[in-house]
């Protein structure tokens, strides 16, 4: 399940956010906190960070449009990748710091979908064989 997803700039800046789940944390706080931790790991490995846990949530960040993108996962969801990666499809091609509501309904919509169960069953299959 995606419990929160969040837009942020470059510069640090919560562009949007939805929560959808237990996970709830400052908008402009949670920006600050992306922002230094992407210098960070770009100081350390030149390399921007893709995926932190926190506590009982994981946190898949993939920088598309010209942002950040997180999506806030349970610590033990086994869909992160896909699931961040629909929503990602979203904002392919965005235009930086727009949301519109549009914008934020067709993100709740990736984040509701399910797998399908060929995916699933696919998914099971690579992990067990």
Not at 73 to 102: C, M, P, Q, W, Y
Request: net charge negative; no cysteine.
């Amino acid at each position: 399940m995606i419990h929160s997803i969040y837009i942020v700039n470059d510069g640090g800046e919560t562009l949007a956010a939805i929560n959808r789940g237990n996970f709830d944390m400052d908008d402009a706080l949670f920006g600050g906190f992306l922002s230094a931790i992407q210098m960070y790991s770009q100081q350390v490995s030149g390399q921007e960070m893709n995926e932190l846990s926190l506590e009982d949530y994981k946190m898949m960040i993939t920088k598309t449009g010209g942002v950040f993108l997180v999506t806030v996962h349970d610590e033990d969801d086994t869909d992160t990748v896909a699931a961040s990666e629909r929503v990602a499809k979203v904002l392919d091609g965005f235009a930086n710091d727009i949301i519109t509501d549009d914008t934020i309904e067709l993100l709740k919509q990736a984040a509701e979908e399910q797998k399908s169960g060929r995916n699933g069953a696919i998914d099971w299959a690579s992990k067990v064989l």
